[in-house]
């Protein structure tokens, strides 16, 4: 998985990349193709925004299924795991829908043998 790091009017922590290539990588766990995902970083210079003045926005483009996450916090870091969460739920559920739930029933055990 190809990780690319976009930044609009906001400076990055020094570990902040290293932090969100080790969450997107835990991300594979699920078996769901991703080839690139594209972190957006955005600060909002209004100082009306406050607390939701840093923006994160995940975005998955490639051969596998669409996934995008959006969030708004107090710094680069918190958006970026409130965001992390939400893509977490969404490949979860591309998974579960993937998975084979065919469960064989007693009557078909006993017909089969």
């Given amino acids: 998985m190809k990780i690319l790091i976009h930044t609009r009017h906001a400076d990055l922590a020094e570990d902040f990349k290293t932090i969100a290539e080790e969450k997107l990588s835990s991300m594979e766990r699920f078996s769901v193709v991703i080839d690139r995902v594209e972190v957006e970083v955005i600060h909002e210079a209004n100082?009306?925004?406050?607390?939701?003045?840093?923006?994160?926005?995940?975005?998955?483009?490639?051969?596998g299924p669409l996934i995008r996450a959006e969030a708004a916090e107090f710094n680069?870091?918190?958006?970026?795991?409130?965001?992390i969460k939400a893509f977490a739920l969404q490949i979860r559920k591309i998974h579960e829908r993937t998975k084979d739930h065919d469960?064989?029933?007693?009557?078909?055990m006993k017909s089969d043998l």
């Fill in 76 to 83: 680069n870091l918190a958006a970026f795991d409130t965001a």
């Fill in 103 to 108: 469960r064989e029933t007693l009557r078909k």
């Fill in 47 to 63: 100082p009306q925004q406050g607390k939701h003045a840093h923006r994160v926005i995940l975005t998955t483009h490639g051969s």
